[in-house]
Nanobody
Framework: VQLQASGGGLVQAGDSLRLSCAAS????????MGWFRQTTGKEREFVAA????????GYADSVKGRFTISRDNAKNAVYLQMNSLKPEDTAAYYCAADSDSGDNYYTIEGWFDYWGQGTRVTVSS
């Protein structure tokens, strides 16, 4: 099983980034997917999640209206479009997969089965 996150970088406040997560080694279309982020010295926090069908989406209040999660089951990939970035969005971003949320989504870190290695996003003011 592998989750490969990419797309991070250094941007200015107000800019946009699109993160991608390529999945392999499991039946991607059977899994709910999520994005989490972590800054140094803090716990990993939920950012966004999407059900296996893409029909149910969830967001943290801090990113609602700015970030959009999507998935392409044909490409085994999940994306996070991040607009109007703020310095407080600076973090390492991780994608994760869960096997039993059904056509729903989880927001709890411990309920995800697989994790990617993270991609770093830095937003300067």
């Amino acid at each position: 099983v592998q989750l490969q996150a990419s797309g991070g970088g250094l941007v200015q406040a107000g800019d946009s980034l699109r993160l991608s997560c390529a999945a392999s080694g499991f039946t991607f279309s059977d899994y709910g997917m999520g994005w989490f982020r972590q800054t140094t010295g803090k716990e990993r926090e939920f950012v966004a999640a999407i059900s296996w069908s893409g029909g149910r989406l969830g967001y943290a209040d801090s990113v609602k209206g700015r970030f959009t999660i999507s998935r392409d089951n044909a490409k085994n990939a999940v994306y996070l479009q991040m607009n109007s970035l703020k310095p407080e969005d600076t973090a390492a971003y991780y994608c994760a997969a869960d096997s039993d949320s059904g056509d729903n989504y989880y927001t709890i870190e411990g309920w995800f089965d697989y994790w990617g290695q993270g991609t770093r996003v830095t937003v300067s003011s």
